[in-house]
Structures are given as C-alpha cells and as structure tokens.
C-alpha cells in the first residue's frame, strides 16, 4: 500500500498528547522486542508537549480518524561543530507496526522536512538508539549524515546523532565520517558498556 487514504496533517485538537504517547508506545514494541529501550517516549504525554517547545510542532498519520504515525519537530539552539546556532530537533518518529513498511513515516518525513524548511530551517538533527539500525538506514537514504556517537546519559547505551543540511551538507562525507568515527572511539573509551 502506498497509501492515499493516509492523511498527514499537524496534530489537531480532537487527537489528544495522551493518543500521540500511546502511537509511540506501540510503534516501539518493536525496538523493546529486541531489547532497544529509549527514554522520549516513555515520558508522561505533557511532557512530550512540552518538549516540542513554543515554536515546534507534531505532524500525525490519520487512516480515516485513527492516528497511526507521528512526528514532531522541536526548535532548539547548539554551538556543535554540525549545528551552530537554530536547528529543528526531529523527535518522536512513530508509525504502528501494522502500518509499517507501508511508505507511512516516508510521507511524514517528507511533510516535516517541508514545514520545516517553511519555518526558515537549515539544518535538522535527530538522535537514536545505537542499535536502532532500521531508523537508522531510513535516515541515511535520505540524506541525514551520521554525526556523532556518545553514550545517552541515563541509560547503559549509545546513541547516534544524525544531520541533514537542507541547503546542501557544507562539509565532505570524509570529514562527516572521520568526526563521527573520533567520537565513537572517544565514547568507548571514556564509557565502556558493562558485559
Ligand atoms: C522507524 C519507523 C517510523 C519507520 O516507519 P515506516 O512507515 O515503516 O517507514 P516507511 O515505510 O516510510 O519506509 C519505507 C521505505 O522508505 C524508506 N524511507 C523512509 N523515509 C524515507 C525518506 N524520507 N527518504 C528516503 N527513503 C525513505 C525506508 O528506508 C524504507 O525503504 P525500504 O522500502 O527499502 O525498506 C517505524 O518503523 C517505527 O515506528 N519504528 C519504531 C519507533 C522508532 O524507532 N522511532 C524512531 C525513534 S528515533
């Protein structure tokens, strides 16, 4: 199915952050099926509306009136080597598993990179589990660079952050791997996963 009757819209009223938190839920009994636990989802659903900030926004999937995919964008200011200055924190990618695979998170991607661009953004940034290959490969099809590794602060994983510039990537894929690779080496180092 590359499916029309999928509508992607921003997230409107009728769909509550308590029906957002649960889509996620649901979306990652995948990653908890193979032992990838993440911290965002797992947080009460204000806080995941809090965390979007002011200025993000929640796009979602609706087959019909039932939710079935999400994704957000949160405003957010870093002074990193990838990401000096605004940059649209891509957050809270979800679609049901009985919806996966079906082209669903593509199309929310596609509107989010839209708007994104819309509301004057250069640079996108998102993080996942270092295990979770799939998002992962998603990620780098469509363009995102692999930017940094580091150990997540709460729990005993690694994470990865990826970048996509929306106006061309400023940097050769060489420096993009080479910096990525000296932070991986940094994080295991400095924070060995316990056997
Ligand atoms: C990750 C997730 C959102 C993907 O949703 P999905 O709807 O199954 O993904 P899609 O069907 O759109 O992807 C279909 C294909 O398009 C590719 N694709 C998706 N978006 C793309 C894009 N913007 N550009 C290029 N290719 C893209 C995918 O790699 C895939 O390729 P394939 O057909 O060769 O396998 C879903 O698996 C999920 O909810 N996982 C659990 C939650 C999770 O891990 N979220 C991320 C947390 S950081």
């Known amino acids: 199915m590359k499916d029309s009757s999928i509508q992607i819209i921003e997230k409107p009223e009728w ?79 979800s679609v049901l598993p009985e919806y996966a695979g079906k082209g669903i998170y593509k199309m929310l991607e596609i509107r989010r990179e839209e708007k994104a661009k819309e509301e004057g953004y250069d640079v996108l940034i998102g ?8 998002r992962i490969e998603i990620a780098l099809k469509n363009g995102f660079r692999l930017v940094r590794f580091f150990r997540a602060a709460s729990k005993d994983h690694y994470s990865v952050v990826i970048v996509k510039w929306l106006n061309g990537c400023p940097y050769s894929s060489f420096y993009c791997w080479i910096k990525f690779e000296v932070s991986k080496l940094q994080a295991l180092i400095r924070f060995p996963l316990k056997k």
């Open 127 to 134: 993080d996942t589990h270092s295990k979770n290959t799939h």
């Open 15 to 93: 769909v509550s952050w308590d029906d957002i938190k649960q889509c996620l839920y649901e979306a990652h009994s995948v990653n908890r099926a193979k032992g990838i636990s993440m911290a965002h989802y797992q947080w009460p659903a204000e806080k995941i509306q809090d965390s979007l900030g002011e200025n993000g926004f929640m796009l979602v999937a609706l087959d019909g009136d039932k939710l079935v995919g999400t994704a957000g964008i949160g405003e957010k200011f870093g002074n990193k080597w990838y990401a000096n200055g605004r940059y649209a924190y891509e957050c809270y990618a």
